[in-house]
């Protein structure tokens, strides 16, 4: 038995040994043709792969820093230089939420979303992020509206036809001479969010109650915005007589501060009497954007009354300023208004586009749109002023490189370092005049002068992804005058003469420094531990000491001292203005 197994066993070995000496042999086996095929094609798809690796790895320290970022950014760059659009991320990684929490809020600090420190993206808006980015504003609209109604209700119950409500003590307070300031001023606010129940009640009680007879001194500037402004918008909105009746009042007694021996309007106005001053620090001065950011109210006063005398006492103090004609369009804050040919004053008077100054290059644009783009005066102030404001005033902090506007005092001619929330304003101002501009500069006659402008072209043209940011590479470079530019993105088009020439530089300069400022007047806000942008920032060096809460370092931008607090101000909102399409903000 034994001996038959052990037969067997050799038998198997015999026939294991003989196969493996059959496959031994190459020639006789289909296996070594399927290895030679297999290493032939590994063969092939090594040479590819070196091939590939060779032509895209970097070959400098530079490419590969460049590289890096590109990877980042979800970019591709071509040889020469060129960036390979296909290559861009379509996402957008920066939307956020519609949900704010106050309760648990924490400032996530500075030093966030620098891809668009220098006024440019690397991101390609879609049309998929638009949607998906209206969508969440449509999400945040019913919270801004929650906002609003919230803070509505607290003055209605506590402080309903007062000047102002005091948030802390639940009072209200007659700071602006009992005029029913903040109700006045927000009437066209209720009216365009939907409030009309609001709306109406206000209505009641500026028919019912609101009277201008005040005998005292108050500011010709701040009641012709807030309160002519306010009745005027609220008219224009509505149709409601109410509103045109008081505003006619007021105008009524408003306007007597033009009657200056220049007819540069005085500082203050007595509503009861008429009588008109300077403020008593500085008698013979007033303030140019005092002078000069009042006419638009009072040109619409003219157009629904019939009553052409005032808007030929506004337009006429413009037109004054426009004589003094300084250098570079840049005008000094205090304006001596006594003589009757007036001269910029010296009380405390400097060269700035903040506290003093700020609002009457705002007016020097709208005033231009308001009387339907024909008054090219006013357009070419405003085009002098931002080339200006590019070659004198336009800096760059260290070390970040963060735009901001600096100041120039005319005693000294040296420049202030400093940053206003004021300021913030020239980012959305900057957005009106691209929107007229870019169109004027960049897309045919026949389109510009057709009514075929829908919102949807013209956010495609002005906004960071429109492919008319490609065309500046059409243009010629000009460099003259603009030293200080951080980068040479100062373009003419080389087939555009004249005036027009001059009007697309200044659109184009504005692109740029546009988007440059909105991130400074985000940076300012972000390095604060509340979130809060400080009245001035200065100081632009990087700041250890001073955290936007734990773990977080402030770039650059330090509240100043004695102006480190925070007021409810409206210029950090202008930057939002829906002119431009753009999904970052």
């Excluded at 402080?159 to 903040?182: C, H, I």
């Excluded at 007016?363 to 024909?374: A, D, I, S, V």
């Excluded at 004027?440 to 402008?453: D, I, K, M, Q, T």
Aim: some cysteine.
């Amino acid at each position: 038995m034994v001996r038959k197994d052990n037969e067997i066993l050799g038998s198997r070995l015999n026939r294991r040994r003989g196969q493996r000496k059959n496959r031994s042999n190459p020639l006789f086996t289909e296996v070594f043709v399927i290895k030679i095929l297999m290493a032939f094609i590994l063969g092939i798809f090594f040479v590819g792969l070196v091939s590939g690796v060779w032509h895209f790895f970097p070959s400098t320290a530079s490419d590969t820093i460049k590289t890096s970022r590109e990877k980042r950014n979800g970019t591709k760059t071509l040889r020469g230089g060129k960036r390979d659009p296909t290559s861009l991320r379509s996402s957008f990684p920066h939307f956020g939420s519609a949900i704010f929490n106050t309760k648990q809020y924490k400032a996530l600090g500075g030093g966030r979303f620098e891809e668009w420190k220098d006024g440019d993206t690397p991101y390609f808006i879609t049309p998929e992020i638009i949607q998906a980015s209206d969508e969440l504003a449509r999400e945040r609209r019913q919270a801004i509206k929650a906002a609003m109604n919230h803070a509505w209700s607290g003055y209605r119950k506590w402080a309903f036809g007062y000047d102002e409500l005091q948030p802390v003590s639940g009072k209200g307070n007659m700071r602006w001479s009992g005029v029913g300031t903040t109700l006045v001023d927000s009437l066209d606010t209720l009216w365009i969010m939907g409030m009309k129940e609001e709306f109406y009640e206000g209505r009641d009680w500026v028919r019912d109650h609101l009277s201008h007879d005040v005998d005292g001194y108050v500011s010709f500037f701040e009641n012709t915005i807030r309160s002519l402004g306010g009745l005027l918008s609220a008219y224009d909105w509505s149709g409601d007589e109410a509103f045109l009746d008081k505003a006619t009042d007021l105008g009524d007694r408003l306007v007597k501060a033009f009657d200056s021996p220049s007819g540069v309007p005085y500082f203050q106005v007595n509503l009861k009497t008429g009588k008109a001053i300077n403020e008593h620090w500085s008698p013979k001065e007033t303030q140019i954007s005092a002078a000069g950011s009042v006419q638009m109210e009072f040109r619409y006063l003219t157009k629904v009354t019939g009553n052409k005398s005032y808007a030929e006492k506004a337009e006429h103090a413009f037109d004054v300023l426009s004589t003094l004609k300084p250098p570079d369009g840049l005008y000094y804050t205090a304006v001596r208004n006594m003589d009757k040919q007036p001269s910029f004053g010296n009380a405390g008077s400097r060269i700035t586009f903040g506290g003093r100054a700020d609002s009457f290059y705002e007016y020097m644009l709208k005033l231009w749109l308001q009387g339907g783009k024909t008054e090219t005066k006013y357009r070419e102030m405003y085009d002098e002023s931002i080339e200006g404001m590019h070659k004198v005033l336009l800096k760059y902090s260290t070390p970040s490189g963060l735009a901001y506007l600096a100041k120039r005092s005319r005693s000294s001619k040296t420049l202030i370092h400093e940053f206003e929330h004021l300021e913030c304003f020239m980012g959305g101002t900057c957005s009106m005049r691209i929107s007229m501009n870019v169109i004027e500069c960049l897309v045919p006659n026949a389109l510009v002068n057709s009514n075929s402008h829908s919102r949807c072209t013209l956010r495609r043209i002005v906004g960071l992804g429109s492919t008319y940011r490609s065309t500046w590479s059409r243009f010629t470079t000009c460099t003259a005058g603009h030293e200080n530019s951080k980068s040479n993105n100062v373009h003419l088009l080389s087939n555009v003469s004249g005036h027009r020439r001059t009007s697309c530089t200044c659109a184009f300069l504005c692109l740029r420094i546009q988007y440059s400022l909105m991130f400074s007047s985000f940076s300012r806000y972000a390095i604060t531990p509340t979130g809060l942008g400080p009245e001035i920032a200065y100081d632009f060096i990087s700041i250890d000491k001073l955290k936007g809460g734990e773990g977080h370092k402030a770039h650059d931008f330090k509240p100043k001292g004695d102006a480190s607090h925070y007021l409810l101000r409206p210029e950090g909102e202008l930057i939002f203005l829906e002119l431009i399409d753009d999904t970052e903000y």
